[in-house]
């Protein structure tokens, strides 16, 4: 990661490294953080329900899959972030929970950035409405946006997810502070980070080849 930023002229210690946890026992993230990891993701909220009690505390937690507008309550009082927003049903379930539980709510807007059937995430030509309907609700917080390019995708896409951030910061929007471009993998990082990604999300990096037959809370 060093090494990405250097190279890319990024400032040392500018892009933040998320572990994502899906399918890793809570024992073996607990280990991630206690090396320094300060921020996980979570794809699926029942597993992580299953497992943040396990969790030492001390890390962050951002939501990072798809997230069923019914699905919000449950993650509403422990996360400090939802990085998928792609609907204004479900900016609007997030504000309405989050103002019940006497808070703000941080959001990441997710674009489908290569147009693909099989992923959620706002079309490009959606996103400024979005962005625009979001901001007008008092308890959640743009902060900025995130996409998963699909596999192999040209950097032309990675370009664009940057110029999209770009013109979100230009519209002054209200409750809104948008400073995050939540972008790349294990396989994508380093041209996220080429392309002005400073959160990126690392699973098979940090914990190797995912295991899906073995169950999560068995460890
Ligand atoms: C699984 C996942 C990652 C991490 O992918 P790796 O290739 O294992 O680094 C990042 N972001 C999202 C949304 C994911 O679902």
Known sequence: MAE????????????RIMAVTKTVPPEKVNAAVAEGITLLGENRVQEYLSKKDQYDNSAEVHIIGHLQTNKVKYVIDSVTMIQSVDSIKLAHEINRLAEKHGRVMDVLLEVNIGGEDSKTGISESGLMELAEETAALKNVRI???????????????YAQMEKLFEQLKEKDLPNAQIDTLSMGMSGDYETAVKYGSNLIRIGTGLFGARDYTKKVTEG
């Open 143 to 157: 902060r900025g946006l995130m996409a998963i390019p699909p596999i192999g995708a040209e950097e032309a896409l």
């Open 4 to 15: 990405a930023e250097q190279k890319f002229g990024r400032e040392k210690g500018s892009v």
